[in-house]
């Protein structure tokens, strides 16, 4: 009797656990978890569902790189007016690389939820991207259209997706930023400190001051991302001036 | 003035006919109809927006396509559960294959509506995919995503998307049925009549009577697919029947 309670206790634990991480990744309740425990079984399992077909997340994988593929378009046919098809093409290809997917997977911490019988220092650096695919696969089963995007959104083009960046023209806001303080002969100073909040994952928050006054905040999942993006948004704010300062 | 009004008639009343025509091939009411338009302008046209962007169908191509990816995708899910990631991967190419596209496309009579400077006799054989294509992508940015599922279901999953034919375990329904029928010494008919009823498009009509019984009705844009339709109805129809006949 103790035993059966303690193997439901603490099958119920993990499960509230896992719930509770998905929130937080998601930003939204999962409807049904089930689906979402299978973006991250790794197929070394071996794991087959009732009917004997083979369960792991190779398949939401499948079905979350479509998914991603779309949401991506309709951002750049929506941003890039001026782009053609071979020219949307090449930047949808940037913002879903490998490498990026990778590096988007790693930020969320996506590996310490997945299971596998092999150890996880075996896995590739892919494994990352897989996962974040699959998670994209399993929302769009779980709550639909409108959550991907929101998911989207919010973990992938408001953070990442810079089409000045991508195109090259802009390599680094912060140097941009920092070369107008140095021409102008006005100090600048960035504060960053960690800020996780209520949130799971790690956060940094910025402060980025010019002359003694706050110029821009921002709040990401590294110091250099949380930077870059304060640098980006004071960018703006100061284009003006630069311009001004240009011309 | 008799001048102008003439103009401005003939402007609407062209209006209104491709509003009816698009009507019909969406199976729905456009919202903005000026984004069906550009679904329709080949690039010989040289067309440009008041922003200077050029204005043809191939940036729409490029969202409908992706958009494509994502439902088939979803379908193929759904109804291959014991498919993997490579087996789900190559089952949509065969789909979406520009062969198939392009049938599609043609099926719809796509090309009565493509503006172009060129003339239409020396356009390949993909223009047909590439405007079905362009359609899906006006489809998602004037009405969203569960227009553009309906109208992928009804257009391209439920009349031409069969598992099994993909697979190639049937080639033809018809057949199947037919070789039943003649084991069996059953007589057979097919009746095939021309029933275009409120649809615009051609429309054929089948009636597939077996022992002076009808075994079948259906419907579609060839006479072909409707006596394939209606073979593959009635064959699920009398699956039980030659199973037992077969074991």
Chains 1, 2 share one sequence.
Not at 92 to 116: A, F, M, Q, T
Not at 226 to 242: G, P
Request: proline share 2%; with cysteine.
């Amino acid at each position: 009797m103790k035993f059966s309670t303690k193997i439901f206790n603490s099958h119920s634990k993990a499960d509230g656990d896992f719930f509770l991480e998905m929130k937080k990744i998601l930003g939204f309740k999962p409807k049904n978890i089930n689906i979402y425990k299978k973006a991250f079984l790794h197929r070394s399992l071996n794991k087959k569902d009732l009917n004997g077909n083979p369960l792991n997340y190779e398949r939401l994988e499948f079905l979350g790189d479509a998914m991603l593929g779309t949401i991506i378009s309709k951002h750049l046919y929506n941003e890039v007016p001026d782009g053609d098809e071979g020219y949307l093409t090449k930047m949808r290809s940037k913002i879903v690389s490998r490498k990026h997917l990778n590096e988007l997977g790693r930020d969320l911490k996506l590996l310490n939820l997945v299971e596998s019988r092999i150890p996880k220092s075996h896995f590739g650096e892919n494994i990352h991207g897989n996962v974040f695919e699959a998670v994209i696969g399993a929302i769009y089963l779980d709550r639909g259209y409108h959550y991907c995007e929101k998911f989207i959104n919010q973990r992938v083009i408001e953070p990442y997706v810079d089409i000045e960046q991508l195109e090259g023209k802009v390599i680094s806001y912060k140097s941009l930023v920092i070369e107008w303080c140095q021409k102008q002969k006005k100090n600048f100073h960035y504060d960053v400190y960690e800020d996780t909040g209520n949130d799971e994952l790690k956060h940094f928050a910025v402060k980025l001051s010019i002359e003694d006054r706050i110029a821009a905040k921002a709040r990401a999942t590294s110091k250099k991302k949380a930077e870059e993006k304060a640098s980006k948004r004071a960018y703006f704010a100061l284009q003006n001036k630069i311009e001004a300062t240009q011309s």
